[in-house]
């Protein structure tokens, strides 16, 4: 099977239990990762972002291959535009707590 193969046959699952792994260097099962299979599955995670999710999330891989970065100005207006599409957040006063 070949690189694309393997790509094109992970599941969005697939994709985010290996990317759970990298981040953390456990299993879900709570066993440590290889050193191999931390190399391997962050390949796999980067194919991933790059061919199938195509994602433009900041720190991510997009469709040609970089990493997106986006400056604190982009971040700041994508967190504004979520929030404004979020429902408004419960204000607590001292004495309610």
Do not use: C
């Amino acid at each position: 099977m070949d690189v694309q193969q393997l790509v094109q046959a992970m599941t969005p699952q697939i994709y985010d239990n290996l990317r759970n792994a990298v981040e953390t260097g456990k299993w879900p099962d709570g066993t440590p990762l290889t050193e191999e299979q931390k190399e391997n599955s962050l390949q796999a995670v980067l194919l991933y972002q790059s061919r199938i999710e195509q994602s433009e999330q900041h720190m991510t891989i997009g469709k040609d291959g970089e990493v997106v970065q986006k400056s604190k100005s982009q971040l700041r207006q994508e967190l504004q535009q979520e929030a404004t599409n979020q429902s408004p957040i419960a204000r607590f006063k001292q004495d309610d707590i």
